[in-house]
């Protein structure tokens, strides 16, 4: 019996192989019950270009205290964040990988506002 973590990571494998194969940087959410996270990762995968989260102290003072980074609003502010300093690092294409996560609620209003900032994928 597989944990529910060692579930998500199985099927966040198959993803990783495939956009491998594409050879394109990937954006990367992980989310957790207080915080969420995306990484820009190079094409070759061993550079991470960008990182934004909620954990970051001036997102958390937009936000507006602590405790509020695991909701929807949030997410979007990652999104739109990740999205620019994608830009800055002169990337315009990724593949979203959820990292086995649905694609539902927070993983989906992060992806949407990066598209909306302009990242394609």
Known sequence: ????????????KQTRIRIAKQGTARLTV????LHIYAS???EDGAKVLATASTAEAEVRSQLGGSGKGANVAAA???????????KA?????????RAGFAYHGRVKALAEAAREAGLQF
């Open 1 to 12: 019996m597989l944990t529910k973590k060692e579930q998500r990571l199985r099927r966040a």
């Open 30 to 33: 992980n989310r957790t019950n």
């Open 40 to 42: 820009l990762i190079s």
């Open 76 to 86: 979007q502010i990652i999104g739109k964040r990740i999205a620019e300093k994608a």
């Open 89 to 97: 690092a002169g990337v315009e294409r990724v593949a979203f990988d």
